[in-house]
Structures are given as C-alpha cells and as structure tokens.
C-alpha cells in the first residue's frame, strides 16, 4: 500500500485499515440516519395544512400559522421557564446527587451492602411513570392517603398538596430524584473504576486521607465525564419529562401555575384535534432552541477549556 | 486523554440513548391514561352501553319486511368476480379467549353470507378505547387501504375534520344508487343533505335508529324520596337536597365518586337548564357556541354573556363540594369506577346521558346489582334542561359510516355495508351474534340472553353504530321499557331537532383562538365545576370571562355568525 507523505493515509486506506471499528459503529450509524436524518425533511410539515391524500408536500403552505397558537397564548414564556428552570434542577441536583452516590458507592468496603445498595437505588429508573403517579396520589392525596393517615393518627392536621401549587416543584424534584439517581450514577461510579490504580496507591503513600483523595484524584478524574454529561443533557434542556410531569399532576389546574410545561401544555390543547401541524410546531420550536443552547454552551466550554468542548 | 474521554463519550451516548428509549416508551404509556378515562366517562362508551340496549320502539315488520325483500340481486349487473376483504373499522376492544372464539364463529357465518351474495368477506380492525381518538385518527392517516368501512361521528369521531383532511372518499349519488341501493332508498334526500361537506356527501348516517345521548343526573330515586323529594329529583337543587341526604344517611357512600372529567357537561347542562340555549357540535369539546330556541341563527356563548348564572352556578358547586359529593382530591381521581360502585349500591349518583340510564334503570339486567340488595331500589333520571324544556334531538350523523379514501374497493364495501344495514340474516348476526349462543327470542318476541350465556363466554364486540336500523331491531328483554317509553315520550312531546346539522365549521382562520379558549375553558371549569377555585364565585367568573376575553372569544363568535349568515340566509 502507497503511504501519503507523513504516513497519512487515503480515505480507503483508513476504511480497510479500522474495518473492525467501523463495523462495530455501523449500527448506530444506520439507527441515527435511518431515525434522525432520513425523517428531517418532514419537518416541513409545521408549515402547511396537512391533508392527508394531498400528502406532506402536497399540501398548502401556510407559514408561521401552526406556530400562531403556541404565541398567542400568552404562555410561551412561563411554560419555557417552567420546562428549563425543572430541566435546570434535574440536570445540576441529578448530577450532583449522582457523583455524591458514585463516590459514596466507591468508598464502600463491604461489597456485599454495596451490590444491594446499588441495587436498591437502581430499581425505581424500571418503574413506569404511571405506576409512579398512582403511588404518589396514594401517599399524598387528602382522603386517603398514607401521608395524611399518619398525620391524623399523630393528632396533626391533614395536608392537601393537590391544591397547593408551591410545594410540587420540590416535590416533584425529589420524586425526579428518586428515580433517576441510581441509573445516572452508573457513568459515574464505571468512570471511577476507571482511574488508575497506581494514582491512588501513590496518594495513599503520600499520605492522603480518603477526603484528600476525593477531592484531588476522583474528582478532577471526574470533571471531563461530567461536563460532557452536562453538555448533552443541556440539548435536551427545553423537552419536558412528559411521562413525569403527566402523570403525577396530571391534568389539575389548580397546580398548572408550577407545574405546567411545554409538552404537558400541548398535549392538552392539541389532544382534542388531533394537529400534526402544530405538534410539529412545537417539537421544532424546541429543537431551535435546544439547539441554540447546545452551541453556546459549547462555545463557551472550548472557550475555557478546549479539551472538553465536543467539538 | 482523548481515548478515554472517547470512552466516556461512548458510555455517555449509550446512557442518553436507553434513556431516551425508557422516555419515550413511557410517555406513550402514559397518553393512555386520560383517555381511557375520558372514554369510559364521555359518549364514546356510553355507546357501548348503548348497544346492548335497544332504543323505543317502531311500528316495523312490515316495512322492514319490504324493503329488504325487494329485488334477489340488486346488483346483477357489478362485476364480483374478484373475491375481496374489506376492512371494518370500529371503536372497541379486540376480543380475545372465548369472545375471540364465539366473534369468529359469528364471522365465518357472515362471511358465507356475504360471499355468497357480493363475493366478499369482512374482517374488523378494532381501534381499543385506550386513547381511541388518536389511534383512530392515525390509522386512518395511513392512507394505504388499510381500512375500507369506517365508523365515524360528528360529534365525537371527527367525521367532519377527517373528511376535510381528505381522509374519506367522496360518495357520489350514482355509487350510492348502485352500490347501496337500500340505503340510498331508505335514507330521505334532506338527510343525505346533513352528510354533505362542500356538496360532496361523506357520510352515510344512522338516521333509522331511535336513541337519546342528552346528559343528566343518573340517580337513586327510592333515596330522593327518603331525602322528602316525592317525585324525584327535577332541579339543580333538588340534587343539592339529595346530596345533603345521602351524605347524612348513608356516610359510607361518595354521593358521586367522579374522576374530574366530567366539568364540561356539568356546565354546559347548568347553562341549559338555565336557559334555552342550543349549542352548535363539533367546533370545541365544551361546545361553548350556539343560539337559543327562539333565535337559533344568532351565534353568542352563553360562557361570556350569563355572567349572573355562572355565579350562581360556581355558588353551588362550592357548596357541592363542601357537602362531600365527590372527593376532596377529584381533579387528581384517575381510579374512580363510579358506574361500577353504582351498579353495586356503593355511590348514589352517576353523570351521563339517557342510554346509560336505560341500562342502569332496568332491574332485569343482571349486573345491577342493586335491584337484588334492595327490593326497594330504583333509578330515576334528572336530564339537563328538564327546567325550561329545552331538549334537542340526536345529530344523524352522532354515527356514521364513512369509505376511507386509500379503500382498494369502496364499491365492494358499500354493498357489504348496505348488507349489513339492510339485510335481516346479516344484520341480526353481526349486531347480536348467533341466534341460541348470544341472545334468543322469547315469547313475546323480545330478545333475551340464552340460559347460560355469560358476556365473556358470547358478548358482542362488532359495535356496528354505524347503521343501526329500527326497522330490523329486536328489543331486549331486559330493558326496563315502562320507565324508558314514559321518558322517550317526554322527550318526544319538548324536543327540537338539532338544528344546525347542515353546519360544518370552517376553523382554519380561528383555530388557534379555538384551542386557546379550549385551554382556559377546561382550566377554569374543572375549578370552577368541583369548586376548588380561591376566592369569590364572583371573582373567578369575572377572570374566567375576561381570559375568554382576550383569547378572541369575540372574534370567533363573529367568525361563526358570518358563517351562519352565509349559510342560512
């Protein structure tokens, strides 16, 4: 085989020389085209007025009309602060909790408690929303509930959190919590294991207790996985946690004021016409901008710190 | 540092990847819930009910006989030589174990029928009640001749979006005559005008079929009458008297366990009794527009001009709610099964219209279980509007049959559909099973069940609301009719057609106001309706009107009198 100069090779060369790691890439490669890009084009469908013989491109252009509902509501602003300020607290306290747990798991000696630990906090991420929504009413709710059977018993007066806007964003972060913090702490406890070996023996050597040793080895190991896990959960940072907030709010009005999000909100103004216009409308409008987020996040991480940027 | 951080990267995307698969499929789960509690509380089901139980009576025989006995083949002269499937499409469970097993029984009788008169045969593609209305609407956006036959509904199927979607295949007169002649004779020129959007008739209605679907208060009458109400319940505060009774009498009991959904009907047949409004159907759920009895061309809703009625109405409900009638946390009540705990003495009250109160009110039907706990027991009906007689009848077209527009063969389907319409064998086995498995006659020519026959063992599952004709009905046995006749015949003696059937609005232009007004609608009445909002009834009805305000409200209501005048002057 010819070499360029400075050992470069040609684009076939690179094909036939990473033959097995390309292979191994192929899957992914074919999902995301056949899944993210080949259905690109309907996008268009925002703009028209979707009939179904004339087809997506058949049909008549109408502008910004599908997005007219959405503006006019006067909700658009409380909704996308509602959706990013949750996305906010999900990424930063699940994060957070998720690194703490990682450690925390990773300083235990025992391994038997530690696999049923693990274990323990892993199990809520495989119970279904729903069957989530269901336990919380029946914890909270005023007749019945376990929560307030316990407050009458103690001689305490009953609690109605259903009608109570104010204390769901903190509910609704812990329930958040509770199910996610097992699942997401995996990264982080498989990128600790990662680290080497010799570091630590080496610190201990030195003489560095088990704080020193979190705080200059684990976590400066840690920071590239985190910014990089941050980085992709901001993209998603404007996309709501439907099945989340659906389904333990459900569709109360008296807790909308807090609880209210972008999805949750169209799914209810949209449910009773069937609009695939709109729906579309507003899956682009928050792609833009968690597009938009994504690129200035990233800038200003390559800014600071070029080797964590993602491009 | 780059091979690892690529790693990480890897694990990451596998991370963000299974979580948005475990999103998604969740969700999707999830959107089934409302519905399904919408479905089991609003018309859609109600209409299950509706079909085991047979609506009043018509002097038929005769007429029916004729019609039916007419020609041998109607259609000697079409070409069926290719032996076709046509697909059925129906709003309902899939049956499965016996169900399955006694529905393809029922099927390859029909079948044979059918064969041997068109060269076809009919298979049924079920849409579940599990959010019905999307898959409903999806199925038929697929286009690819999936579906031939499809049940629909103005009122509460989208037969009037789908057909300007283009989802339904125009009918011309000609096709119809050929190739459902009895229906096309059967079906009167002004009703074939209520089918047409834009001249171009899409549906071909049930208008052979007697049944009303006005809301009301299902209710307990033997307790009105210990709550002191002699002859039952007539007034929104005759309810509030019942009320107050059951809670004390019977402390065991939610008066009326509802799952939060039922707002839009408690208003709207507030406003009705409260006035002689009648509401235009299908331009919003809360159908918020209409005229009056005495005016019916001049579009107002009753929502922004009944300022003093709404007060009143967010009074009561706030004392309602203050009674007990439902429970505390009701907006949040996804497991309620009130219809259920009714049927078994557990709660004291059900919302919903007159063709569940036939099956509720009729001692003879097994699963009311309260007639054999309580010799005493009966149920009495309180309908909306029963104050100031303002009733109006069924739109024809509350069912429907459509073609689909990606049929294969839309003749070959009209003729199956006009077979089972019109033709007595085919008609009785695909609305009531085979005759001795799943119903029989008695002696005064009344249906009833077979010794032994249980709803899972030989139920129907067909749902053919489609074409329901009276002349080849059977009446149940088990129906209470002395109580069902004697309120039909109220109805008969106040009742205005619905008026407005020719009507199809166009919402292009007023769309986004529409859903808008849809949003604050639903928000404000579910506080409003279960009196759960802050403040004063004043208050809240003033900022209700005035978001209704600023949502054009106006506008739309002026959109639709423009419409209005361009049709009916």
């Known amino acids: 085989m010819k070499r360029k100069k400075n050992g470069e090779m040609t684009f076939i060369q690179k094909v036939i020389r990473y033959r097995v790691l390309l292979l191994m890439c192929l899957p992914a490669i074919v999902f995301f085209f056949l899944f993210n890009y080949v259905p690109l084009p309907g996008i268009y469908v925002a703009f028209v007025k979707y009939n179904y013989r004339d087809g997506i491109f058949g049909s008549k252009f109408v502008g910004l009309q599908n997005f007219e509902f959405l503006a006019s509501s006067g909700k658009l602003l409380t909704l996308t602060r509602n959706t990013i300020l949750y996305n906010i607290a999900f990424i930063l306290l699940g994060n957070f909790l998720a ?26 991420y495989f119970i279904s929303q729903v069957l989530v929504g269901i336990l919380v009413f029946n914890l909270l709710n005023y007749d019945t509930g376990f929560v307030n059977g316990i407050l009458t018993s103690l001689g305490l007066e009953r609690w109605q959190p259903y009608a109570d806007p104010k204390v769901w964003p903190v509910l609704l972060v812990v329930i958040y919590l509770w199910q996610q913090t097992g699942y997401n702490s995996v990264v982080y406890f498989a990128s600790i294991m990662g680290i080497d070996g010799e570091m630590m023996e080496a610190a201990k050597v030195d003489g560095a207790n088990g704080f020193q040793r979190i705080r200059y080895i684990i976590l400066p190991s840690l920071k590239p996985t985190i910014v990089i896990l941050l980085l992709f959960a901001l993209g998603g940072i404007v996309k709501g946690n439907f099945g989340l907030f659906y389904n333990i709010v459900g569709t109360n009005p008296i807790l909308y004021e807090t609880t209210d999000i972008i999805e949750t909100y169209v799914y209810r103004a949209t449910m009773t016409d069937f609009n695939f216009m709109t729906a579309s409308a507003v899956g682009l409008y928050q792609s833009i901008v968690g597009f938009v987020i994504v690129m200035v996040v990233n800038y200003i991480v390559k800014k600071i710190e070029p080797d964590y940027s993602l491009f | 540092m780059k091979k690892k951080l690529l790693a990480v990267l890897l694990a990451a995307t596998m991370v963000v990847g299974l979580a948005a698969c475990g999103g998604g499929s969740d969700s999707s789960t999830s959107d089934s819930t409302p519905t399904e509690d919408t479905s089991s509380s609003d018309d859609a089901s109600a209409t299950d009910d509706a079909a085991t139980d047979d609506a009043a009576a018509t002097d038929d025989s005769a007429a029916g006989d004729d019609t039916t006995a007419s020609s041998d083949d109607p259609w000697a002269d079409v070409d069926t030589s290719e032996h076709v499937k046509i697909v059925y499409m129906t709003t309902g469970d899939a049956p499965s174990g016996d169900k399955l097993a006694n529905y393809e029984a029922v099927m390859e009788q029909l079948n044979a029928i059918l064969t041997e008169k068109v060269n076809a045969e009919l298979e049924t593609n079920f849409i579940s009640w599990t959010d019905y209305l999307s898959n409903y609407n999806l199925t038929l956006a697929r286009m690819d001749g999936t579906v031939d036959l499809v049940g629909t509904a103005s009122d509460w199927l989208d037969a009037w979006p789908n057909s300007k979607n283009g989802a339904f295949l125009e009918l011309s007169e000609d096709m119809l005559k050929t190739y459902a002649p009895q229906t096309w004779a059967t079906v009167p020129a002004e009703n074939w005008e209520l089918c047409k959007y834009n001249g171009e008739i899409y549906l071909i209605p049930e208008d052979n079929y007697a049944q009303w679907t006005n809301h009301g208060y299902i209710y307990r009458l033997d307790w009105a009458r210990e709550a002191g109400l002699a002859d ?157 007689k303002n009733v109006v009848a069924l739109s024809i077209t509350h069912g429907a049959m459509a073609i689909s527009a990606g049929s294969a063969n839309p003749e070959r389907a009209l003729m199956v559909y006009d077979l089972l319409r019109n033709d007595p064998d085919c008609y009785k086995l695909f609305n009531y099973g085979i005759e001795g498995v799943s ?44 109580a069902v006749d004697k309120l039909y015949a109220e109805y008969d003696g106040i009742k205005i057609e619905y008026p407005y059937g020719q009507f199809v609005p166009e919402v292009d232009s007023i769309q986004a106001k529409i859903q808008n007004i849809n949003e604050i609608h639903t928000n404000y009445m579910k506080q409003i309706s279960f009196g759960k909002y802050s403040g004063t009834a004043e208050e809240i009805v003033a900022e209700y009107q005035q978001k209704l305000k600023d949502a054009g409200i106006d506008d739309v209501t002026a959109e639709l009198q423009a419409q209005f005048d361009a049709l009916y002057k």
Not at chain 1, 99 to 124: D, G, Y
Not at chain 2, 445 to 467: H, I
Not at chain 2, 470 to 477: Q, T
């Open chain 2, 232 to 388: 039952g319940v007539h007034s929104w505060e005759d309810l509030t008297t019942y009320w107050k009774y059951v809670r004390e009498a019977y402390p065991d009991i939610t008066p009326w366990d509802s799952d939060g959904t039922h707002y839009a009907q408690m208003v709207s047949g507030w406003i009705g009794s409260h006035s002689t409004f009648v509401p235009i159907d299908g331009i919003n759920a809360g159908a918020m527009w209409g005229g009056t009895k005495e005016d019916l061309y001049t579009v107002y809703s009753p929502y922004v001009t009944e300022t003093d009625s709404l007060v009143e109405y967010a009074k009561m409900m706030k004392e309602w709610d203050e009674i007990g009638v439902w429970k505390t946390d009701v907006l949040n009540n996804t497991a309620s099964t009130n219809r259920d705990d009714f049927k078994i003495g557990k709660t004291a009250a059900d919302q919903h219209h007159t063709q569940t109160w036939t099956g509720l009110c009729s001692p003879k039907d097994p699963s009311n279980k309260i007639y054999e706990d309580d010799p005493d027991a009966e149920v009495g009906f309180f309908y909306f509007g029963e104050e100031t």
């Open chain 1, 99 to 124: 690194v703490f747990v990682a450690i925390l798991l990773n300083e235990m000696r025992s391994k038997w408690f530690k696999k049923v630990s693990q274990t323990l906090m892993f199990l809520p």
């Open chain 2, 439 to 482: 119903w029989e006659m008695n002696e005064e020519g009344l249906r009833q069940q077979p010794e032994g026959y249980t709803d899972e063992k030989a139920g129907m599952v067909t749902n053919f609301w489609w074409g329901r004709n009276d002349d080849l009905e059977i009446k149940s046995a088990q129906t209470n009719w002395d």
